[in-house]
């Protein structure tokens, strides 16, 4: 591991990097997909399938049709696009299915900025998407409507620009009101525009993620051409030159992949790795609407699933669940990101894959950096639970709170540099200006060079991450803090298996025992998402720990919550 991460010192800094660096293609990202010798899919390629009915799915030539008919009704129905690129955000709740694949395009074909929302969100929480991204249509899944109905209502968006996608039984896009729908069959298309200028590419607008932060506001990931370009074709270097190798070597080549779609592509792996890495590795995505132990389990052994990416809370069950027989038999590549692994549940996990031959391999990154900072490379492997090694083109340092590096063995917070990273937040400019420090993206993780390998420790920032998804604590709080018995609230995570947590909240009331804990959890019951419910509990404190100034103390909190962790687990 070691050899394939160098450390260089330059003014005063220890910046870890890949030794390696690669040209980056400048195009647009559509274009590379579809007609650069770099995409290994053929027209004819089944790319985007329904796991539960096989006999749906879309080509790559029939995806580019789809896409194109998608952007001329996004473009001449509700004018996505009309008066320039990279204006226009379009907000898609779906659940997973093959058309998603095809909206992403034609949103970006039209000049549109593709904006995903969790399908679990309540109707205030998208509406608010639609408000910060000032979008003009909510694009949303069958099995969504009333949702979207009521955020389109509370959002103050007109129902005729609420767009219904569905791929079964048959592909349609239309509006929810008015007649206004995609001709699937025989529809007009628009072609997307080519961009070649580099500039453009960098400067450019086509995806907006949501990244909750700590004051409870999400802000949204401006994600360009070139960040999604050079996050797709930086790792593939290597890895083809690997294979290519090993099959000159006489060795067999990789079966061919297919992967199971079952995170939200409102999550930066899910839109990655289904809408997009697929397609470049001439892959298959096999779409399940929403993740489902049983229906997963079934759908990898039939449809032989070959790689996938999932969350460490996933790959604990599937270590220690009796449900595990050989419905992982035919994986030969998976990966774990959205939080630590480490190296026990790593190496059970692993028993479980390609019989027993299948190393997980960890990746770290964010939403703003557009996925992946680390992965391990084609043909390495490690079970110690490091985060892998820097990819090409990318620099980390490791510092402490006054940005100094600091000497190995010793943590501090991960800053990244290189061309994965966001441009910022969208219409946020105090939030871009505080999230960067002369040039490099803090990124709120705390990790611990150990022998040239990175291992993520803790968690500066106060974000709690639950199976990959974001809860700020603060937005918890706000909404606590309106009981009129409660005086004060803190909300911190506490771990589970898995490599998540769950939110926990301290509460001080202004009368003791006005409220039991269940008052309180059926008080936010249904405000949020139900992966915000506090599932960690409720706890009632006379007061909360606080600094000087009166800032809260919220590593105490979590110190307490590890400390009354560990006295419920002696007392089972």
């Given at each position: 591991m070691s050899a394939l991460t160098s450390t260089i010192h330059q003014n005063g800094m220890r910046i870890y990097k890949n030794p390696n660096t690669v040209d980056v293609p400048k195009v647009d990202l559509a274009t590379l997909l579809f007609d650069t010798e770099h995409s290994l899919s053929k027209d004819d390629n089944p790319l985007h399938i329904s796991a539960a009915n096989p006999n749906i799915y879309l080509t790559k030539a029939t995806l580019r049709t789809l896409a194109e008919r998608i952007a001329h009704f996004l473009r001449n129905s509700l004018s996505v696009g009309s008066h320039g690129p990279y204006k226009d955000v379009v907000v898609v709740c779906s659940s997973g299915q093959p058309a998603a694949a095809a909206l992403f395009w034609g949103i970006i074909a039209a000049g549109g900025v593709f904006s995903a929302a969790s399908p679990s969100f309540t109707p205030e929480e998208l509406a608010r998407q639609v408000r910060q991204g000032k979008s003009r249509v909510l694009v949303v899944s069958k099995d969504s409507v009333e949702l979207g109905r009521k955020a389109a209502q509370l959002a103050g968006l007109s129902?005729?620009?609420?767009?219904?996608?569905?791929?079964?039984?048959?592909?349609?896009?239309?509006?929810?009101?008015?007649?206004?729908?995609?001709?699937?069959?025989?529809?007009?298309?628009?072609?997307?525009?080519?961009?070649?200028?580099?500039?453009?590419?960098?400067?450019?607008?086509?995806?907006?993620?949501?990244?909750?932060?700590?004051?409870g506001v999400p802000k949204g990931v401006m994600l360009s051409h070139y960040n999604l370009v050079a996050q797709l074709y930086i790792p593939s270097v290597q890895a083809r030159a690997y294979v290519a190798a090993a099959v000159e070597r006489g060795e067999p080549a990789p079966s061919p992949f297919r992967t199971l779609a079952h995170l939200p592509i409102a999550h930066i792996a899910g839109l990655f790795g289904y809408l997009i890495s697929a397609m470049f590795s001439g892959g298959a995505v096999y779409w399940m609407p929403k993740f489902s132990w049983t229906p997963f389990l079934a759908y990898f052994k039939k449809l032989q699933i070959t790689g996938f990416y999932t969350v460490p809370s996933i790959f604990l069950r599937i270590a220690k669940s009796?449900?595990?027989?050989?419905?992982?038999?035919?994986?030969?590549?998976a990966i774990t990101g959205a939080a630590p692994m480490d190296a026990e549940l790593q190496q059970a996990a692993n028993r479980r894959l390609g019989k027993g031959n299948t190393r997980i391999s960890q990746t770290w990154g964010l939403s703003e950096t557009t996925g992946a900072v680390t992965a391990m490379p084609r043909g390495a492997s490690d079970t110690t639970g490091s985060i892998s090694p820097v990819l090409p083109n990318m620099e980390v340092r490791i510092v402490d709170d006054s940005f100094v590096d600091v000497a190995p063995g010793q943590p501090g917070e991960l800053l990244v540099r290189g061309p994965f990273v966001t441009n910022g937040y969208y219409d946020n400019e105090p939030a871009t200006r505080a999230t960067f420090h002369d040039g490099w993206f803090c990124t709120g993780d705390i990790a611990v060079d150990r022998d040239a390998m990175l291992y993520v420790v803790d968690r500066k920032k106060e974000l709690?991450?639950?199976?990959?998804?974001?809860?700020?604590?603060?937005?918890?709080?706000?909404?606590?803090?309106?009981?009129?018995?409660?005086?004060?609230?803190?909300?911190?995570?506490?771990?589970?298996?898995?490599?998540?947590?769950?939110?926990?909240?301290?509460?001080?009331l202004r009368r003791v025992g006005a409220l039991t804990e269940e008052d309180v959890k059926a008080f936010m019951s249904g405000k949020f998402a139900r992966y915000k419910e506090l599932?960690?509990?409720?706890?009632?404190?006379?007061?909360?720990?606080?600094?000087?100034?009166?800032?809260?103390?919220?590593r105490e909190l979590r110190e307490r919550a590890r400390m009354e962790r560990g006295g419920e687990k002696a007392r089972l």
């Open positions: 129902l005729d620009r609420l767009v219904v996608l569905g791929s079964e039984p048959k592909w349609e896009m239309r509006c929810w009101e008015g007649p206004e729908q995609v001709d699937v069959d025989n529809g007009p298309r628009l072609p997307w525009r080519r961009v070649t200028d580099e500039d453009e590419l960098k400067r450019s607008l086509i995806v907006l993620l949501y990244s909750s932060g700590t004051t009796p449900d595990v027989t050989d419905q992982f038999d035919t994986v030969e590549t709690i991450k639950y199976k990959g998804l974001q809860i700020a604590p603060a937005e918890l709080e706000n909404h606590l803090i309106t009981h009129g018995d409660i005086m004060e609230a803190a909300v911190v995570g506490v771990p589970v298996e898995g490599g998540s947590e769950v939110p926990r909240a301290y509460v001080v599932r960690g509990g409720v706890r009632f404190v006379d007061e909360l720990p606080k600094n000087a100034i009166g800032k809260l103390l919220r």
